[in-house]
């Protein structure tokens, strides 16, 4: 009797330990990924929760400017701490292209998405649009008798001068974008759209570091007005601050928002997941619900009312990617010299 | 070979050692990984990065005003805490006098990243506070060279007056007293004993300001705008912006070369001169006479028109951390708090535990290291100086990159860790811990430790019996700044936060990222508060071991 006893004993804590040793796995079942996320936290934590409730995976995720994203991706392209790249600028994307960073894939969507808002072979995939504004503080309008600019030719009045705050374009998607959109009111006219930039240089206070670093001082009355993407603008205004926000007549241009998959990602199926849910309606229709003012990259998401509202009879035009992709180093270069630091 | 026979001390041996491995582990190591990827490519050795960048007229430019503007706060940042450490140490000031200035001093040290700039710009800028309302001055610029030395000097000024003013609250008065009574006027005394006493302190004090400033980005790149262009900002920007991590790590590794000058210029010139004012054989205190009754009244005034301007800047900081949003809604709320305290309660924790963990090491690690270099002397001492101030004079952005590189693939991984966070402060941030007690013992007498010696004691029993409580204030003071930096520094860390560790300046950056100002400047009071709390812990904690019969340990941090 006792021997059995002790069998069964022993049968029962034997059935445990593999209980026990099985079980992780499957109570792991509750998956997980990690992720970089360019996107602010206030932006991504929402998606990244909805993303939890509809698929029940969990996304640990730290949240660095683009830049600081790239480093570290490349630093750690040996052994990926992350899976997923989330939100940022195209151009941020296409850096990371050349240092073999991404594993190509193509989500479901692939084939409805435009061709401005994919990567050929899907090293990256857009999951937003985000054009540029023009951002004025009213006070100063009203202090100056201006109204809120509505031409490029408006912020070379001389009531801007020293008033201006905009990105540098050595570290910033929004001035890149920006100084695209000037080539091409210009007709890609270079030594028109220079002329241009070297005019308006006297009315430019600051060169930001990113893209959105002047519109606290906007906001605050220190600087007048600035060039931003349409996010930051509305965010704010939405904080309180008074401006105002119009568009240039002749047109501005737009940068589209992208997701990628990290190449030797550990959770590459979760990552998918993810990716496939945010170039998706899915995603990109919970824009409004949580005020987060992209433009949809899908074609079948509406734009949310009050953005369509904002950007009513606006001419807004993609920015080539190629163009500006090939020529970005020399066009970058050349206003460092001729704009930035012009030699004496 | 007195060299050699030094080492068959076993306690000096051993301690050698490990400070190597640490060193070798936690600051060449990483260094040679960054090389690494800057010079090797497919193979082979690669120097296009370097002669592209060193022959870029822009990059030229920013090397010139780097030094430039790292001289200035040098000399600027070591003559305002000089002018501290001498009203403090000096001039017989009662306790709570000390006291304010004390925390006068420790204000701008707690300065997180960004929001000082932020009042900066709110008080100076076309429409600023101050430049518009007050003065009526339209259109003034405040980008440039003057905002930025002017900002630098007052970040960095303390850790001149953490510097100096063990220096001379440790100088016995007695030798004031014995040029008084050979019939010198006060002024004279000042000029010949007491200010070439302290010719040590004020070469540490400028040699670190200079390397602060040559280090720091956060300052420039807020305030310094388009005309003023520094190295640390064009290394970043290089990295950040034109995803050039080897032209960014090029312009780094050329902040050395300035950096190591100064190094060895300091070396020469301290080294030539020998002061000794701790003995075995000083009798008891007198009192200090050394400034005039109006000469005080001067100097504690000059101090508080400094400690003025310090809390002006806080008091506006903790005015955007309870109003909705500073300069567009004035209305009182506490809304910012209830955030910090819900969504940023977890970088709160991080914060205190990696700030609380990395303290007492990086003050162990000061001290040890600065005894060593000293007072022992061992094969590769001067080298090993070196070695540990590299990290220092690094900006923080290579060295947060150049650990991730070292530290995210085997043999070593910690990226994702704690420790990394931990180990980057200690061995970023204790240098001044290490000046100060090199510092303070070229004043002390080597006889004393010979004694000790001579009756038999091993260098572990004389170093704790004799030296530590003789340099224990700066211990405290290389603690302290480890404790503050690790509550405030970002440009290292930014790269070393993980899913798993956050730091509270990263949070900041992040609100500032979101235009939350109040939430920013909220967490900014916070760190104010636990850093406050802190010192004070610490200075309460130094009292109880005063040691009886030792110098009277003037505590730097308001004992």
């Known amino acids: ?344 | 070979m007195r060299n050699l026979r030094a080492l068959r001390d076993p306690a000096l041996l051993s301690t050698v050692v490990v400070l190597w491995a640490l060193l070798g582990l936690f600051v060449l190591y990483p260094l040679a990984a960054l090389l690494g990827r800057i010079f090797w490519e497919d193979g082979q050795v690669t120097t296009a990065g370097l002669r592209a960048i060193l022959t870029d007229p822009h990059q030229i430019q920013a090397v010139w005003n780097s030094l430039l503007l790292g001289a200035l706060v040098g000399l600027a940042g070591t003559a305002l805490g000089f002018l501290f450490a001498v009203t403090a140490a000096r001039t017989n000031l009662p306790p709570p006098w000390a006291t304010v200035l004390d925390a006068a001093t420790l204000l701008p040290l707690v300065s997180p990243p960004f929001t000082a700039a932020i009042a900066m710009i709110f008080s100076f800028g076309p429409r600023g506070l101050v430049t518009w309302h007050l003065l009526g001055i339209k259109g003034y610029t405040v980008y440039g060279l003057g905002s930025t030395f002017f900002s630098e000097t007052l970040t960095y000024f303390p850790l001149a007056y953490l510097t100096l003013k063990p220096i001379l609250a440790a100088m016995d008065p007695n030798v004031e007293d014995m040029a008084f009574s050979l019939g010198s006027s006060r002024w004279r005394v000042f000029r010949t004993v007491t200010l070439p006493l302290t010719v040590p302190g004020l070469a540490n004090s400028v040699l670190l300001l200079f390397a602060a400033s040559l280090a720091d980005f956060a300052t420039p790149l807020i305030l310094a705008g388009n005309s003023f262009p520094v190295l640390p900002t064009q290394a970043y920007l290089q990295i950040t912006g034109l995803f050039d991590l080897r032209g960014g790590a090029v312009l780094s590794l050329v902040l050395l070369v300035p950096a190591f000058v100064v190094f060895l210029l300091q070396r020469f010139w301290v080294s030539r001169k020998y002061y000794v004012t701790i003995t075995g054989k000083a009798g008891a205190r007198s009192a200090i006479k050394s400034v005039a009754p109006w000469a005080r009244v001067v100097l504690v005034g000059a101090c508080l028109l400094v400690a003025a301007v310090v809390v002006y800047f806080y008091a506006l900081l903790f005015y955007a951390s309870i109003v909705v949003a500073l300069g567009a809604n004035h209305a009182w709320t506490l809304r910012h708090y209830q955030v910090i305290f819900t969504e940023g309660l977890k970088a709160i924790r991080d914060t205190l535990l990696i700030a609380g963990v990395g303290m007492p090491l990086g003050g162990l690690y000061g001290i040890l290291l600065g005894y060593l270099v000293a007072r022992q002397r061992f094969p590769g001492r001067q080298t090993m100086e070196v070695v540990s101030m590299i990290n220092y004079a690094l900006p923080g952005t290579i060295v947060g990159i150049a650990y991730l590189i070292a530290f995210n693939d085997p043999p070593i991984v910690l990226t994702g860790t704690a420790a990394v966070i931990v180990a980057c402060y200690i061995f970023r941030y204790s240098p001044t811990g290490i000046r100060t007690t090199v510092a303070l013992l070229s004043q002390i007498d080597p006889s004393l430790e010979e004694a000790s010696r001579g009756l038999g004691a091993g260098t572990g029993t004389t170093f704790r019996r004799v030296t530590l409580p003789l340099i224990l204030p700066a211990f405290f003071a290389g603690l302290g700044v480890v404790f503050i930096r690790s509550m405030t520094a970002i440009s290292a860390t930014i790269f070393l936060v993980s899913i798993n560790w956050t730091l509270i300046t990263v949070r900041i950056l992040e609100n500032m990222t979101e235009l939350a100002l109040g939430p920013a400047a909220a967490f900014s009071v916070l760190v104010v508060a636990i850093v406050f709390a802190v010192i004070a812990a610490i200075s309460a904690l130094l009292r109880q071991f005063r040691a009886r019969g030792a110098v009277a340990v003037t505590s730097l941090l308001g004992g």
């Not at chain 1, 006893?5 to 796995?25: K, N, S, W």
């Not at chain 1, 479901?108 to 054009?131: C, E, M, Y």
């Not at chain 1, 951002?135 to 509505?150: G, V």
């Not at chain 1, 309606?281 to 949809?296: D, E, G, R, Y």
């Open chain 1, 1 to 344: 009797m006792a021997p059995t006893i002790r069998g069964l004993f022993g049968l029962a804590v034997a059935v445990m330990l593999v209980a026990g040793l099985a079980g992780p796995p499957h109570a792991g079942a509750a998956q997980t990924l990690n992720a970089y996320s360019i996107w602010p936290e206030n932006w991504a934590r929402p998606m990244f929760e909805e993303f939890e409730r509809a698929t029940g995976i969990k996304v640990n995720f730290v949240r660095f400017s683009s830049g600081e994203a790239l480093a570290r991706v490349i630093a750690e392209k040996n052994s990926p701490r992350v899976d997923v790249l989330f939100g940022g600028p195209v151009e941020t994307f296409a850096a990371g292209i050349k240092e073999g960073i991404f594993e190509p894939y193509k989500p479901p969507t692939f084939a409805a998405l435009p061709a401005r808002f994919k990567h050929p072979d899907g090293q990256w995939v857009a999951i937003a649009d985000d054009p540029l504004v023009f951002m004025s503080n009213n006070t100063f309008l009203k202090d100056n008798n201006l109204k809120p600019p509505s031409s490029w030719e408006d912020l070379l009045h001389p009531a801007y001068k020293n008033m201006l705050q905009m990105a540098d374009a050595r570290t910033s998607g929004t001035a890149v974008t920006g100084i695209s959109s000037i080539l091409e009111v210009h007709g890609r006219d270079e030594t028109r759209a220079f002329e241009y930039m070297k005019k308006l240089r006297p009315n430019v206070q600051l060169y930001t570091k990113s893209g959105g670093g002047g519109t606290l001082p906007v906001g605050l009355g220190q600087a007048g007005a600035g060039i931003f993407f349409i996010v930051d603008a509305l965010d704010t205004k939405a904080k309180g601050y008074d401006v105002s926000i119009s568009f240039p007549k002749e047109g501005i241009g737009t940068a589209a928002e992208a997701i990628a998959l990290l190449r030797g990602a550990k959770n590459p199926e979760p990552a998918k997941r993810l990716i496939d849910w945010a170039t998706s309606p899915a995603m990109q229709s919970l824009f409004a619900k949580h005020k987060i003012n992209f433009v949809p990259a899908h074609p079948e998401v509406p734009v949310e009312p009050s953005l369509a509202e904002v950007l009513k009879g606006t001419k807004i035009f993609p920015i080539d990617a190629e163009h500006a992709g090939a020529n970005r180093k020399r066009i970058v270069e050349r206003w460092v010299n001729e704009v930035l630091n012009p030699k004496p």
